[in-house]
């Protein structure tokens, strides 16, 4: 007689690249996102949700770093033959909506947006399918005073959520600059944008890998290619070593040997030196027009690069107005940023503090937020150039952060317990629920099988519930109930001659009337 083949189950865990939030992650995760949330509020911003699905057409083809509009999403094709897509990041959406209700939005308009995204990438440490982003845009405003209003939100939002100042800094730099560098490099043709594209997209991820790859990683990748420790070779953009020093005098001044004769200060040299920093109270500081300075001289005779350094000079003036000062914003130039859609400003979010991986090694944390102007995007549904500037908050990467500098909220405490000594009288417990949640206090009857007392208090501690309420036949006669200091019992149970809690005791009998009063005055002690 034949066996009955066993009977194939699915396996109990999320797809390759997923994960699932338990109540503390969702909790805090909310907690920092209404944070952020009043910031953009405050400055004016109303919120968006769009639809989860977008049609393959309407993302079109600015997902980062591939050439196919369908490559990197999840898509499908419905019954009517159209290609759908889940969305990939907050921005394309934005550009659809913009779009199709322009008649009827403000202009220019302003909106904040949070929300899962999903990138059908593959899977790392650290590196999921699935994510949520927290982005704000302003669309129809062609002033540079949109992206300066951009990078002051983005140091206000990490003040908000508790990075502390010299914890982070905002980086801005600008994209129009790069394009005059790479102008008189000899890489890119304003009659020709099509022409030396692959050299550019190499020059474009070099500079990406600057803190990662160090001086000799990018010249060698905007040489003759770059091979790593595992052997694989990555081929270089095959500059010549003038070109390559144009580019390194761009994106790194310290490493340059570019000198600039002319600056407001008079002459000097400007081998090494930091990014541009802002001095508050100065309308132009010294580094300010040293640094501007080189950036006109390398981009030369190019319109579109000169145009860039006029820009960050404005963003300069305007970020030293409003007070950000070099601790909070810097200018840049090695931000390049990898989406292919942005036209001008560009800015980072770093975090500049320092953490320890797997192996107990110092690591800078790195950056939590991007974003720049993309003058092109709702283009492509309207044929007419729409300004847009924003930024998109990582948040999963912010909130790991904030764990790792102990600045999220402590445990999330868990319901007060009522127990269940008698399965008969669940109206009375119910009743007493019903009392402590109509005072606002978080609270539930313990719904498990009650014979053994001691699983529901094993259950009140994984729920890190704060006080367990104790009412048996007994004290129902008496009209009184018992309420339990859980968390005195377990600070007792970790340090037993705890002097500063001699003299609470951890369970006390109370009137059943003055229940919620008690429980509220224990709740406040625990605090």
Known sequence: MAKDKPVRRPRAEPPKGFRDYFGGDVTERAAMLDQIAKVYHRYGFDALETSGVETVEALGKFLPDVDRP?????????????????????????????????????????????????????????????????????????????????????????????????????????????????????VLDPSDPDKF??????????????????????????????????????????????????????????????????????????????????????????????????????????????DGVNELEQIAELVESQGYGPDRIVIDPSVVRGLGYYTGPVFEAELTFE????????????????????????????????????????VDRLLAALRAKGRTAAEAAGPVVVTVMDRDRMADYQSMVADLRNAGIRAEVYLGNPRQFGNQLKYANKRNSPIAIIAGAEEQARGVVQIKDLILGKRIAENASLEEWKDRPSQIEVPRADLVARVRAMLAGQS
């Open 355 to 394: 953490i320890t991986d797997e192996k107990g090694r110092p690591q800078r944390f790195g950056s939590v937020a991007g974003g720049g102007r993309y003058d092109d995007l709702v283009e492509r549904f309207t044929g007419e150039t729409v300004p847009a500037t924003g930024v998109s908050i990582g």
């Open 70 to 186: 369908n490559e990197g999403v999840f898509a499908w094709q419905d019954e009517d033959k159209d290609w759908l897509a889940l969305r990939y990041d907050l921005t394309a959406p934005l550009a659809r909506v913009y779009a199709q209700y322009r008649q009827d939005l403000p202009t220019p308009y302003r909106r904040y947006a949070m929300g899962p995204v999903w990138r059908n990438e593959k899977p790392g440490p650290g590196r999921f399918r699935q994510f949520y982003q927290c982005d704000a845009d302003t669309v129809g405003a062609a002033s540079i005073a949109a992206d300066a209003e951009i990078c002051a939100m983005l140091a206000d939002c990490l003040d908000e959520v508790g990075i502390a100042r010299g914890d982070y800094l905002v980086k801005v730099n600008n994209r129009k600059v790069l394009n005059g560098v790479m102008e008189v490099a000899g």
């Open 197 to 306: 594209a692959a050299e550019r997209g190499i020059v474009l991820r070099a500079i990406d890998k600057l803190d990662r790859l160090g001086v000799d990683g990018v010249r060698a990748l905007l040489t003759g290619g770059r091979k790593d420790e595992s052997g694989d070779f990555t081929k270089g953009a095959e500059m010549s070593l003038h070109q390559v020093d144009i580019v390194m005098a761009f994106v790194s001044p310290k490493h340059s040997s570019h000198r600039v004769l002319k600056a407001e200060t008079g002459q000097f040299n400007v081998t090494g030196g930091n990014p541009l920093m802002y001095k508050h109270g100065n309308t132009r500081s010294k580094e300010t027009a040293r640094i501007l300075a080189q950036l006109r001289e390398l981009v030369g005779d190019s319109s579109v690069g000169t």
